[in-house]
Nanobody, 119 residues
Framework: QVQLVESGGGTVQPGGSLTLSCVAS????????LGWYRQRSGEKREFVAR???????NYEDSIKGRFTISRDNSKNTVYLQMNNLEPEDTGVYYC?????????????WGQGTLVTVSS
């Protein structure tokens, strides 16, 4: 089985920075993508960013230019560097792993880490 564990959340003032980490443990195939989603208060979980095994990236438009996603394949770890944080970025951030192997796809989720941006 696969397990995802996020860390790095906390409280920061507007304009500040945080870096989130997610470690993926267990066995999974090389064809995969790691990503971040978030759930803000009273809203549905939404896509933030993803990065493939070939280092191709996608970002939600509102955070493009402020957030950077990266991965360290030797550690099966994905990072989300968040700069110039805004109160609207407050929410629970979830790590996601999507895997395709032999025509079958699987999704895995972490438990989430809370990010609070407040004065």
């Amino acid at each position: 089985q696969v397990q995802l564990v996020e860390s790095g959340g906390g409280t920061v003032q507007p304009g500040g920075s945080l870096t989130l980490s997610c470690v993926a443990s267990g066995m999974f195939g090389r064809t995969n993508a790691l990503g971040w989603y978030r759930q803000r208060s009273g809203e549905k979980r939404e896509f933030v960013a993803r990065i493939s095994n070939r280092d191709l990236t996608n970002y939600e438009d509102s955070i493009k230019g402020r957030f950077t996603i990266s991965r360290d394949n030797s550690k099966n770890t994905v990072y989300l560097q968040m700069n110039n944080l805004e109160p609207e970025d407050t929410g629970v951030y979830y790590c996601n792993l999507w895997v395709v192997d032999r025509g079958q796809s699987d999704d895995y989720w972490g438990q989430g880490t809370l990010v609070t941006v407040s004065s």
